[in-house]
């Protein structure tokens, strides 16, 4: 079975604090992404990335950074955390063919104070 | 937005019905996908229905998908206690560089 393992289920940070959320799967997929859920808002795609050291902006990607060094490893980044980060937020992966079934770690849920 | 959209928001049914979610989008698609998610879990994949089928069954669940009308349903017949959570549809629209868009999902609660 796939497994997308996300490295903290639960995270309190201060705002400004540089924050690092950390996916790795275990299946030898092309394709990461990085999603946060909010109540009312459903879930919306940061970044994403086809390859190793590539990345690609989703629909929300201001505050947010990536970087995939590794195959397996695909980080998310923020540089000063604001309370309006405080989310859950969802690694997810795939092999590159069409269609993309996503396999969904379970989730990094951040409070940002 | 290009965002799929489901109907209702929230549905309450009681354990052994049938539950009916719906989903609509605005623009041409490749493929639709419905997700479940358990409360505080991730998303794990259902069903993924292209865009020349119909309908499509895996167990208790039945998708179906109309392009004509731009919306897709998923059916959950005989429903049991563990079908409580959220359902998502993901839609991977044509010319969107490929990426998958979620609709803000229907809470399922199946009443004992």
């Known amino acids: 079975d796939v497994k997308v393992t996300q490295s903290s289920r639960y995270l309190v940070k201060r705002t400004g604090e540089k924050v690092f959320l950390e996916c790795v799967q275990d299946?030898?997929?092309?394709?990461m992404f990085w999603y946060r859920q909010d109540p009312g808002l459903g879930l919306r795609l940061i970044y994403f990335s086809y390859d190793v050291k590539m990345k690609e902006k989703g629909d929300i990607p201001e505050g947010y950074s990536v970087s995939r060094e590794k195959k397996e490893r695909f980080s998310l980044i923020l540089e000063s955390a604001s309370t309006n980060q405080t989310s859950m937020y969802l690694c997810?992966?795939?092999?590159?063919?069409?269609?993309?079934?996503?396999?969904f770690g379970e989730g990094s849920r951040l409070t940002v104070l | 937005s290009q965002q799929g959209e489901e109907d209702p928001q929230a549905l309450s049914i009681q354990e052994g019905e049938n539950a009916t979610m719906n989903c609509s989008y605005k623009t041409s698609i490749n493929n639709l996908q419905w997700y479940r998610q358990n409360s505080g879990r991730g998303l794990v994949h259902l069903i993924l229905?292209?865009?020349?089928?119909r309908e499509k069954h895996s167990g208790r669940l039945r998708v179906t998908l109309d392009t004509s009308k731009k919306s897709s349903s998923l059916l959950i017949t005989a429903s049991r206690a563990a079908d409580t959570a959220s359902y998502f549809c993901a839609t991977e629209f044509m010319n969107r560089d490929d990426k998958i868009i979620f609709g803000k999902g229907t809470r399922l609660h199946i009443l004992p």
């Open positions: 997810a992966s795939s092999l590159p063919q069409l269609p993309g079934e996503l396999f």
């Open positions: 299946m030898d997929h092309e394709n």
């Open positions: 229905i292209r865009s020349n089928e």
